[in-house]
Nanobody, 121 residues
Framework: QVQLVESGGGSVQAGGSLRLSCAASGSISSINVMGWHRQAPGKQRELVATIISGGSTNYADSVKGRFTISRDNAKNTVYLQMNSLKPEDTAVYYC???????????????WGQGTQVTVSS
């Protein structure tokens, strides 16, 4: 079985920084998309950032220039460095590992349980 465990959440003041980590355990290939999503109270879950196995990244407009996603394929771990945090970043952050249908490989979509990030004014 594959499990994703997030860590690094917490409470900070506006302008502060946090580094989230997500480690995938179990049998899993590094040929996939790893990313972070977040859900604020009363809002839909939204994509924050993704990174493919080759290193290409994608960010939501709201976090560009402030957040940096990275991954360690050997450790099956994805990170999210969050700088210049704003109160609007307050949400539960979820780790995701996804692979669409790829020729010769099975598809999957795994989610972590989430970690709370709170940014005060």
């Amino acid at each position: 079985q594959v499990q994703l465990v997030e860590s690094g959440g917490g409470s900070v003041q506006a302008g502060g920084s946090l580094r989230l980590s997500c480690a995938a355990s179990g049998s899993i290939s590094s040929i996939n998309v790893m990313g972070w999503h977040r859900q604020a109270p009363g809002k839909q879950r939204e994509l924050v950032a993704t990174i493919i196995s080759g290193g290409s990244t994608n960010y939501a407009d709201s976090v560009k220039g402030r957040f940096t996603i990275s991954r360690d394929n050997a450790k099956n771990t994805v990170y999210l460095q969050m700088n210049s945090l704003k109160p609007e970043d307050t949400a539960v952050y979820y780790c995701n590992v996804h692979r669409p249908r790829v020729l010769g490989l099975r598809a999957y979509d795994y989610w972590g349980q989430g970690t709370q990030v709170t940014v005060s004014s």
